[in-house]
């Protein structure tokens, strides 16, 4: 397998976007017995001796108790605090109670804190860090999605999913004898969250086309031989053969280094996103169980690349200029109320948004040959995965809502409503634009 590139330390690219990129984070390590190396990694990047290092009964298990031992025995004061599961949902969720248990740990005034977990416990200490002005490091226990290095923490707030601004860690350590260890579903959940780059790039690269909205390539390129990669190591994921474990992480790092680069979630997350994000809500919301973050998108991104291959067979026939002229809403404030329910009051402002405020084009669509160029740029995201199916099966993951336990008609909701819950334009946007948002939806689902 060939060796893959990621970022082991801090750097600051000058890049072709006419950005200058900081990646903040000073260390990232990849490897077998890494637990053992965390002392003398912390002891180079001189944060103080006093940590508060954060798991819950799970991640405690998988590296957080070893993690604390080491550090005492390399005389760190740890202090330990274990999360609690207080909420009724399946999960331990990033929300009122566990961001209150993290800051609880603040009076013991540590140099520094340690999140020993995945995404929810990384998120929740990036946060609390952030807010707090503390540095923290993050022990990952599983390659189940690409937070780690990202500058964005989503948390829940009154139920509701919002991406908060956050420092990123200082280190990332990624243990490959935890991570093989790790329940197969959070394997598959980072390889299903992986593939969503697909859809996510090509909704940027429309937007950007149609729009003219700031795109990065380089971030692309980061994630684009990550994917070659993965796909050639589908198969190897359901036995956890260690070196498709290191591919997955590694892959899944480039993403999240690729959300830290342009400051923003854009390279990692678009419409197929925005369907996990809905199902999640209105699910918790319900009382509901969830499924993992990156199995949703997973089966979100077969469903949006089989309508993105629609959408490139007819691309010859869109009408642009319908579509950028102004026309009547399609959606009212009571159709939105009745399928967001108790979250409408929080969603409110971004869909009174896009419902009120039509999209502004660029004349770039009047340019001859401009719908065969914006085909081959999107193919050239789309595809990096060849075959979204094969690669789910190939990996044994979940390919169908039903697997997850998700209704259809939930589902159906999602495709049509979730492009309310952020500002963010994707496909969903623009099919619904042009008219075709129902008919696609049924033709795919
Ligand atoms: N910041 C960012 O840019 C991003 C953030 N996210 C966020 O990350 C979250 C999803 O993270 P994800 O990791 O999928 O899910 P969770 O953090 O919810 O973890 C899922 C389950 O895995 C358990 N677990 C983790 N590691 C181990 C292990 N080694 N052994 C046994 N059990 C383990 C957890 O235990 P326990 O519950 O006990 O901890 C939990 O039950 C979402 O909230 C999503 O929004 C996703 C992508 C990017
Ligand atoms: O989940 C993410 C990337 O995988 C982060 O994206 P959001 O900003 O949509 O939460």
């Known amino acids: 397998m060939d060796e893959l590139f990621y970022f082991q330390k801090a750097a600051e690219i000058p890049c072709s976007c006419g950005k200058t990129h900081h990646i903040l984070t000073q260390k990232t390590i990849v490897d077998h017995s890494l637990l053992e190396q965390i002392p003398l990694v912390l002891n180079q990047l001189h944060l103080g001796k006093k940590c508060l290092i954060v798991f819950d009964e799970n991640t405690y298990q998988a590296a957080g108790q070893k993690v604390e031992t080491i550090l005492n025995q390399e005389k760190y004061k740890a202090i330990p605090l274990l999360l609690s599961h207080n909420s009724s949902s399946q999960y331990l969720e990033p929300d009122e109670d566990t961001r209150h248990q993290v800051g609880t740990g603040l009076k013991y005034q540590p140099d520094f804190m340690i999140a020993v977990g995945s995404g929810v ?174 199995l949703r998108v997973g089966v979100a991104t077969f469903y949006i690349h089989k309508m993105y291959q629609r959408f490139l067979k007819e691309i010859d026939t869109v009408d642009w200029e319908k579509i950028a002229s102004p026309h009547p809403l399609r959606v009212n404030k009571k159709i939105l109320q009745e399928k967001f329910g108790s979250l409408y009051p929080l969603v409110e402002k971004e869909a009174t948004q896009k419902m009120t405020s039509p999209m502004v084009f660029t004349d770039s669509y009047k340019k001859p040959g401009f719908s065969n160029q914006l085909r081959q740029m999107i193919s050239e995201k789309l595809f990096a995965i060849p075959d979204i199916e094969q690669a789910l099966n190939r990996s044994k993951t979940p390919s169908t809502f039903e697997e997850l336990g998700f209704s259809r008609s939930l589902v159906k909701d999602s495709f049509l409503f979730s492009r309310f819950v952020r500002s963010r334009i994707t496909i969903l946007d623009i099919l619904d634009e042009a008219g075709l948002l129902e008919e696609y939806v049924e033709d795919f689902l």
């Not at 990384?122 to 390659?143: E, Q």
């Not at 990669?229 to 190897?236: F, H």
């Open 121 to 294: 416990i990384n998120d929740l200490v990036k946060f609390v860090a952030h807010r707090s002005h503390i540095p923290y490091v993050v022990v990952g226990t599983a390659a189940s999605m690409d937070g780690y290095p990202s500058l964005g923490a989503p948390m829940l707030v009154n139920g509701y999913k919002i991406t908060f601004e956050a420092t990123p860690p200082k280190a990332i350590f990624m243990d490959l004898d935890v991570l093989v260890k790790a329940p197969l579903e959070l394997l598959q959940s980072g390889f299903s969250d992986l593939i969503g780059k697909t859809t996510a790039n090509s909704d940027w690269v429309l937007r950007n086309q149609l729009q003219d909205e700031y795109i990065c390539h380089y971030s692309w390129d980061l994630v684009k031989e990550a994917l070659h990669i993965l796909w050639e190591s589908a198969d190897q994921i359901p036995q956890r053969k260690p070196e498709a474990v290191r591919a997955l992480s590694i892959a899944l790092l480039n993403s999240g280094f690729s959300m830290a680069l342009v400051g923003d979630s854009r390279p990692a997350s678009g419409a197929e996103h925005l369907i996990a994000h809905y199902l999640e809500m209105v699910s918790l919301s319900r009382g509901e169980n969830t499924s993992l973050h990156g």
